[in-house]
């Protein structure tokens, strides 16, 4: 095969260390209703869908949430709403949030812990952040069970990692393991997520498996991945190929997560708070939750009841196309 171009120019290639790094950048989605956060979403978008099996990564705040300073907005308020075929898993660098769902489990998240919910083939819960908060602050992420696993029945667990240095820097792993770390909670596929602090001007090499692929949020500061900028809000990609993670600060403290995983390889479809494999199946997913939940006909049924609550969020319109698979 031999290049068509009639004019073409000279490329020099050099082996750039930041090449394959992909900067991605969020974009502000209002949660809903006339108090709602703003969050900054960087999962899914259009250049990207997944990290390994990671498929959302919402990062809000710091939001005023109480006091003069919110002006009776941000709060987190977010009834109960359903989800299937995926895992929620929350951590906060500010704030308390009180947890609720249909399997029962009553909880509360500060910073430093994770919650993390296994939907598998349905589940309800509720998210508030509670009147002792003042400023809220954290990401809600979410991984898709790979098929074989995503009729699992709806589990929910907490921990609580203890940090961990490597060189100049603090990680605190609450997906999987890293460094000698290890979270207590259940993953379905090959999966990494941890927070990783480096004080100004540090910087650290982490082990990486090439097999595997990594993102990296940043939270606070600005960091330099394999030699690409990655600023604020932004996530910074590392595709599959890469041994070694070289993460350094700039002139101020470094917060980011760090995301990793084995590429999950399979087609998903995502719409609303569903993971499903075809436009039928979160077609269905969605008549489920109006009929059980919302008309109120089935309360024992897939995604059951969330004490103390007689509300639930009705799933919106489904868009007049079909709904396409990601990979
Ligand atoms: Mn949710």
Redesign the pocket.
Known sequence: MSNLEVDPVEQVCVDDPAAGVQVLEPRLVPLGGPRAMTVRRTLPQRQRSLIGAWCFCDHYGPDPVSGPAAGGRAAMD?PP?P?TGLQ?VSWLFQGEIEHRDSVGSRAWIHPGQVNLMTAGAGIQ?S?VSTDATEWLHGVQLWTALPDAHRGTAPFFEHDEPEPVRVGAATLRVFVGSLAGSSSAVTTFSPLLGAQLDLPAGGEVALPADPGWEHGLLVDAGEATLQGARIARDELGYVPVGASELRIAAGDAPLRAILLGGEPLGERIVMWW?FVGRSHEEIVAFREQWQREVIAGDDPDGRFGHVDGWDFALPAPELPNLRLRPRD
Do not use: I, R, Y
Request: no cysteine; net charge negative; hydrophobic share 15%.
């Open positions: 977010v709403h989800h929620t819960h998210e708070n």
